[in-house]
């Protein structure tokens, strides 16, 4: 089945930098768009970013637009995040995802074709601090 990990977070100063990691498994890497989305505390999802299948279709929030960038290493069926300038507001647990995310509700992200995902993993901790 699908199994996506997530790693790479930690404690991090306001404007410092931080790579997350989402290794994939239990299905095609390279033929499926991937997404990030977090969740701060006492919130909801947020969507983050997407990227197409073959990494060119890059796609973000409004929010970390110009601070993240978003890619992946398809032979090693790993999805990235890189985080610059972070903010005391980027404090969140990240969640990757296998489809094309553009919008959360809730608990639930839609992809293109308005489809629901809910079905999250562990994610990875990332706090933002002095």
């Known amino acids: 089945q699908v199994q996506l990990v997530e790693s790479g977070g930690g404690l991090v100063q306001p404007g410092g930098s931080l790579r997350l990691s989402c290794a994939a498994s239990?299905?095609?890497?390279?033929?499926?768009?991937m997404s990030w989305v977090r969740q701060a505390p006492g919130k909801g999802l947020e969507w983050v970013a997407s990227?197409?299948?073959?990494?060119?279709?890059?796609r973000y929030g409004d929010s970390v637009k110009g601070r993240f960038t978003i890619f992946r290493d398809n032979a090693k069926n790993t999805l990235y995040l890189h985080m610059n300038r972070l903010e005391f507001e980027d404090t969140a647990v990240y969640y990757c995802?296998?489809?094309?995310?553009?919008?959360?509700?809730?608990?639930?992200?839609?992809?293109?074709?308005?489809?629901?995902?809910?079905?999250w993993g562990q994610g990875t901790q990332v706090t933002v601090s002095s």
């Open positions: 995802a296998n489809t094309e995310l553009q919008y959360c509700s809730g608990i639930v992200c839609y992809d293109l074709d308005s489809d629901e995902h809910d079905d």
């Open positions: 239990g299905f095609t890497f390279s033929t499926h768009a």
């Open positions: 990227i197409g299948r073959g990494g060119r279709r890059l």
